[in-house]
């Protein structure tokens, strides 16, 4: 049975930085793409960050480029998302996503796992 559960959300004021942490069970999706996706009040789940399982070339959706930083920990199975330079908007649930299939394929519907999410809130 496959468990992912993050951690790491908060309170934050704007400018400030967090880092999400998600522990995977139960499969190490070796060779699969894992993500982070959020969801803020009223709006629809989108896509965040991406990255291949040797950490290369991460991807990411246009607002949080230059501020936010995948990474993961195979051998701990631990994906991690640094958050740099936080904004307002950024105001969200935070889930992390299995698997992603690259940059051109991000849409939530193709996700089969999710974790149960982690909230973020930055004060403006």
């Known amino acids: 049975q496959v468990q992912m559960v993050e951690s790491g959300g908060g309170l934050v004021q704007a400018g400030g930085s967090l880092r999400l942490s998600c522990a995977i069970s139960?499969?190490?999706?070796?060779?699969?793409?894992l993500g982070w996706f959020r969801q803020a009040q009223g709006k629809e789940r989108e896509f965040v960050a991406g990255?291949?399982?040797?950490?290369?070339?991460?991807y990411y959706t246009d607002s949080v480029k230059g501020r936010f930083a995948i990474s993961r920990d195979t051998a701990r199975n631990i994906l991690y998302l640094q958050m740099n330079s936080l904004k307002s908007e950024d105001t969200a649930i935070y889930y992390c996503a299995a698997p992603l299939y690259g940059p051109s394929s991000t849409d939530s519907s193709i996700v089969d796992y999710w974790g149960q999410g982690t909230q973020v809130t930055v004060s403006s």
């Open positions: 990255i291949t399982w040797t950490g290369y070339d991460p």
């Open positions: 139960g499969h190490t999706f070796r060779g699969y793409d």
